[in-house]
């Protein structure tokens, strides 16, 4: 009976002294952790904590976590409302220091990073001398970041972040993504002192199954678009950009962490809302450089990726100019759809190709298509499109900017158009068929041409005996200015080739029909 005594006697005294012991080392250490964690620009507080038992595990609540902290040179300072670690394994902590627990649970954090200062680095502040990490669960809710620039000024913050992760590993297995579910109510790019900003609402990735869904993405404007294109000094341009239900198929997770090419097979957006509007009464900001074409621009994409296909179910598009002391007239693309397919950040041998289907001013079909050269330098591109049935006077805000005319009437009753360009011209065919044209000419020597319109400008195509003049389009673009110009320059040579006799046309133009398309 004595030796049974002793015995239970010795398992209550190691059962005491685990129950009992163990909180108070885990207390000591923890205590230990918080002083070390005070010293120099770096804090830690808490403002309460608990540990609970459990058979070889221990588990830690703690309350109102505020700290500061450097890592590689940056700063960073927050606060966690509450945080919950349960099933700490107590051999693997001891005997090597590793981490292995059921459960993180962390409540309401927020934090600012900031910059990195050299002067900060401290060389254990580094990935390094974290410690070998295993979770089994990790959920995180109701968390903020904001990132700060060097004027302690937010440029970007996420709000309302949820995380809902298993089987966590640090350090991190090479191109292998835990299964988790990241979620935010709102993401701005802040970008303070510019003219608009962007966001994100309602942000989820699945890892399951490689998943992105954005409920919707919009360019902000700060300024209503007559009070931003009245002050500035040169033109530039009014930007409204809104996406809504964006869904990123196949998301290639293992390629974005590992390298190399991430591959997209399909991305969908439901509806895509662009207003643009410009003041070509400003002059053109002084630059030498030549200005980027759309393929040019993708390849500042900082990773190389691939895209197969992006469709956009509803589009509509708002391009408008400002004229001083009246409204901005717009011009409408309506109820469209749109294609990109074989989108690269690289050079390949696959052509970029967009089309699009609109009603062009809510009444007249317009399709586009764009093919874009991927091969070389980024500027060669093919360009074909056809409109129907259109009232003419409703583009005056366009030709009078374009080509320094006024159409006082007239009937669109198709426009179709192919021509290729190499960046430093335009060179194709028009075709234009209309009648009752009224044209009126402006700008210097505009009362002279108006003179002659009447016998020099084609009322009709084709004239009443059946004469149908082909128009040609041939354009010489100037570096500096957008894609966008050469594309409507291109168009209005083939107009003007086709409604002018040679008294208006331009001598380039002239030149070219002269010596053909060499």
């Known amino acids: 009976m004595k030796i049974y005594l002793i015995a239970g006697g010795l398992a209550l005294a190691l059962a005491l002294t685990y129950w009992v012991g163990v909180p108070h080392y885990a207390g000591q250490r923890l205590q230990a952790m918080l002083e070390d964690a005070n010293r120099g620009e770096d804090s830690l507080s808490l403002a ?6 459990g058979l070889g595990t221990i588990s830690l609540t703690a309350d109102t976590i505020v700290l500061q902290r450097r890592l590689a040179g940056r ?3 927050g606060a966690v409302e509450r945080l919950e670690i349960n099933g700490l394994r107590l051999l693997p902590l001891l005997t090597s220091g590793k981490i292995r627990a059921a459960s993180l649970r962390i409540q309401t954090p927020d934090f600012r990073l900031f910059p990195a200062v050299d002067s900060l680095v401290n060389p254990k502040d580094s990935a390094a001398s974290l410690p070998d990490v295993v979770v089994d669960s990790i959920l995180l809710h109701s968390g903020a970041l904001r990132l700060m620039n060097e004027e302690d000024e937010t440029k970007i913050l996420a709000s309302g972040a949820s995380l809902a992760m298993g089987d966590f590993r640090y350090p991190f297995a090479p191109a292998r993504m835990p299964n988790a579910k990241i979620s935010l109510d709102s993401f ?9 900003y962007w966001s994100m609402k309602d942000v989820v990735l699945e890892t399951r199954d ?13 300024e209503g678009s007559r009070q931003f294109l009245t002050q500035q000094s040169y033109k530039r341009a009014w930007t409204a950009l809104r996406l809504d239900s964006i869904r990123v198929e196949d998301l290639p997770l293992d390629s974005l962490l590992r390298g190399g090419v991430a591959a997209f097979p399909l991305v969908t957006v439901s509806d895509l809302n662009l207003a643009v509007f410009e003041n070509p009464a400003l002059p053109s900001r002084p630059q030498a450089q030549q200005k980027p074409f759309p393929v040019e621009e993708l390849r500042k994409i900082p990773f190389p990726m691939e895209l197969a296909l992006l469709k956009v179910n509803r589009a509509n598009l708002n391009y408008g100019v400002l004229k001083p002391g009246t409204p901005a007239p717009d011009i409408t693309f309506d109820r469209g759809t749109i294609r990109l397919e074989h989108l690269s950040s690289r050079p390949t041998a696959d052509s970029l190709v967009v089309t699009g289907d609109f009603m062009f001013e809510e009444t007249a079909p317009l399709s586009i298509t764009f093919t874009f050269d991927q091969s070389g330098d980024g500027r060669a591109f093919f360009a074909s499109g056809r409109l129907k049935d259109y009232a003419l006077p409703k583009v005056n805000p366009l030709m009078e900017v374009a ?6 009437s007239g009937h669109l009753h198709e426009l ?3 021509f290729s360009a190499d960046g430093s011209r335009a060179d194709g065919e028009l075709l234009f068929r209309y009648d009752e044209l ?8 505009a009362w002279i041409k108006n003179i002659f319109e009447g016998i020099v400008v084609r009322n009709s195509n084709p004239r009443p005996n059946g004469d149908l003049q082909m128009g040609q389009v041939y354009y010489v673009h100037d570096p500096q200015k957008s894609f966008f110009n050469l594309y409507w320059k291109a168009l209005v040579s083939g107009l003007q080739s086709t409604v002018q006799g040679n008294l208006f046309t331009s001598a380039e133009l002239k030149s070219h029909e002269v010596s053909g398309r060499d």
Do not use: W
């Open 403 to 408: 080509a320094d005319a006024s159409i006082q």
């Open 188 to 196: 701005t790019l802040v970008r303070p002192h510019r003219p608009a």
């Open 210 to 222: 490689s998943s992105l869904e954005v409920g919707c993405m919009r360019l902000h404007p700060r």
């Open 48 to 53: 309460g904590y608990q540990f609970s038992m």
């Open 416 to 418: 179709s158009y192919n």
């Open 75 to 77: 700063r960073s300072a």
């Open 438 to 445: 009224d044209l009126k000419m402006k700008g210097k020597g």
